[in-house]
């Protein structure tokens, strides 16, 4: 009792209010115990856009630099979440998403804006769709640079934030009043959240035993935002309906008014996993227009590229299609080798996802001295482990339930849908650009081009083990006849004019073709680009895809097809 009074009469009101207990809380050691618990158990809401949710993948799952060792855990529901991570580029389309789901977080929260498209819009800011400053939309408390920022910076930034937690700087629950009052939300093309309402749904038809379930934008199944809806009447699947566009980034027009040379790394954010091959079908067409080659070296070291590039891209993809699945250690297996690749081209491009490496004329540097020894001993390496991964996935009966003659795609839907890549050839077509069109030095290299019969997800995933085994093959053989000599023609960037023309370049890329149709009216810039990429034809097989399946395959037949939302977009 007199240690009740006695509080009573330090803190008046003590037993009464809650505000009151608050302030004693505050005023007290125990706030430094709770700051110690906060900064050493951070949950994070990520919404990955683009590369910078690859790097995040990485940080976070991969275990090379395992980021639950400083506590940093990532979270699949904002009501589990504390930190909501705005990781990329923001369109005025998912805006509305993404702060419903600022909305659900529990307090106290706090906000790490990563990369520089989520401050300043990156190379998009001219876009109309680019939410630019998001500062003044959320209250961030950290900023990490970079395009995309790599691991290590991401996990620094986390250590940023849990320094300020210890030190009691709470921006959130301190400032939050003061930012409500200055919040600047875009007056111009927000739309509302994506979600139909109630008035809306008689155009789904349902039936009293039907129901409508969402998923996306935001949601940990999802390469990227888009919304799927599913009418579903049980456990069955009755129709699916895609909703893109959350991730367009005006890319075609924006391209449109750079310099030749400027565009280059513009291309590598078509796709995040196929930069160099975006590199190399911009570059091969103004090449092209323009009637050069690039020397010999240079095209071995461009072939090189690409086949290190397929096998970190079906790396990635396949680790996703397992964490999608509930097959963590094979998400675990794939990041893990995966980083061993992106080591690889790191050492010759200096970036570990945006190489911007293929040049007009050849490429931008050569191989590094002993890149040779040490790409042979990591390809026999990886090798093994891709070989015992295949048996570990085949011996496993789950994995065998959850695969076998679930979500078929048949030759002539796959054909009439413009599907092209993995997802094509494990439907028994045949059709490779490295064979059907070969370009660089894909004539004098012997390869196979690997097909399945069965069309269903095992079939997709299959293809793609085999395709890397085939990646390597050609890798060695390239390796192993590189000529010397230059790697470039030396153009001036500022005289790369094409004359007056038209071209249509494809390259097979990771998921099948990806192809740009330039015209050049003889000055510095293109007039016209527009680009064809695989993905937006292979996700418009996935409505198809999902009639009558069950709710529960539908996780791995839409990861099977690995999709990327960045090229869908645009």
Not at 398 to 403: A, D, P
Request: hydrophobic share 40%; charged share 20%.
């Amino acid at each position: 009792m007199k240690s009740s009074m006695s509080n009573s009469s330090k803190y008046p009101g003590l037993t009464t209010t809650a505000s009151a207990i608050q302030e004693y809380i505050k005023r007290s050691p125990i706030q430094g115990l709770f700051n110690w618990g906060r900064k050493n158990s951070l949950w994070f809401m990520t919404q990955p856009m683009g590369c910078c949710g690859i790097e995040i993948i990485c940080t976070a799952g991969g275990p090379h630099y395992d980021a639950d060792r400083f506590g940093i855990l990532p979270r699949a529901s904002p009501r589990q979440a504390d930190v909501l991570l705005i990781s990329g580029w923001i369109s005025r389309k998912y805006l509305p998403a993404l702060q419903l789901v600022w909305d659900q977080m529990v307090e106290p929260k706090w906000v790490i804006a990563m990369g520089e498209c989520s401050m300043s819009g990156g190379p998009f800011w001219e876009g109309y769709s680019t939410v630019i400053n998001i500062e003044k939309i959320f209250p961030v408390d950290v900023f990490i640079p970079g395009c995309p920022p790599r691991p290590e910076q991401l996990l620094k930034g986390f250590i940023q934030l849990q320094e300020k937690i210890q030190q009691k700087q709470d921006r959130t629950q301190i400032d939050e009043n003061e930012w409500k009052k200055n919040q600047w939300i875009p007056d111009i093309g927000v739309h509302e959240p994506v979600y139909p309402k109630k008035a809306s749904l008689a155009q789904y038809n349902l039936e009293p035993s039907e129901m409508l379930l969402h998923l996306g934008p935001q949601h940990p199944l999802q390469p990227g935002p888009f919304v799927l809806d599913l009418k579903l009447k049980g456990e069955v699947v009755q129709d699916a309906q895609l909703n893109i566009g959350f991730n367009h980034r005006s890319l075609e027009k924006i391209l449109e008014n750079r310099m030749y040379l400027q565009c280059i790394p513009l291309t590598d954010r078509i796709c995040y996993l196929a930069s160099i091959s975006n590199n190399e079908c911009f570059c091969s067409g103004v090449e092209h227009l323009m009637d050069i080659t690039p020397p010999l070296r240079a095209q071995y070291i461009r072939t090189i590229m690409l086949e290190l590039s397929r096998i970190q891209s079906h790396m990635l993809g396949i680790g996703e299609f397992g964490s999608d699945l509930g097959y963590l250690s094979m998400f675990l297996y794939m990041i893990r080798e995966r980083e061993s690749i992106i080591s690889l081209m790191e050492s010759v491009t200096g970036s570990r996802l945006n190489h911007t490496f293929v040049r007009v004329g050849g490429v931008a540097a050569d191989l590094p001295e002993g890149f040779k020894d040490k790409t042979l001993r990591t390809l026999r390496s990886i090798r093994d482990k891709i070989i015992e991964d295949d048996e570990l996935m085949n011996f496993d009966s789950v994995y065998m339930r959850r695969t076998h003659g679930i979500g078929v795609l048949s030759p002539e839907t796959a054909k009439g849908l413009g599907v092209a890549g993995p997802p094509l050839r494990a439907s028994n077509v045949e059709y490779d650009l490295r064979k059907t069109e070969p370009r660089l030095i894909y004539p004098d290299i012997d390869f196979n081009v690997v097909t399945r019969k069965e069309g269903d997800v095992f079939a997709r995933v299959k293809v793609r083990l085999d395709e890397m085994l085939e990646s390597m093959y050609i890798i060695e053989q390239a390796l192993d006849s590189i000529p010397s000599g230059p790697v470039n023609l030396n153009l001036n960037p500022y005289l790369i004019i094409p004359p007056a023309g038209e071209v249509y370049a494809r390259v097979e890329d990771p998921r099948g073709e990806m192809g740009m149709y330039i015209v050049s009216d003889g000055t510095h810039m293109p007039y016209r680009l527009k680009i064809r990429g695989p993905a937006f034809a292979t996700m418009q097989a996935l409505p198809p895809l999902l009639k009558g399946v069950y709710v529960a395959d539908v996780a791995a037949i839409a990861a099977s097809m690995d999709s990327c939302v960045s090229e869908v977009d645009r």
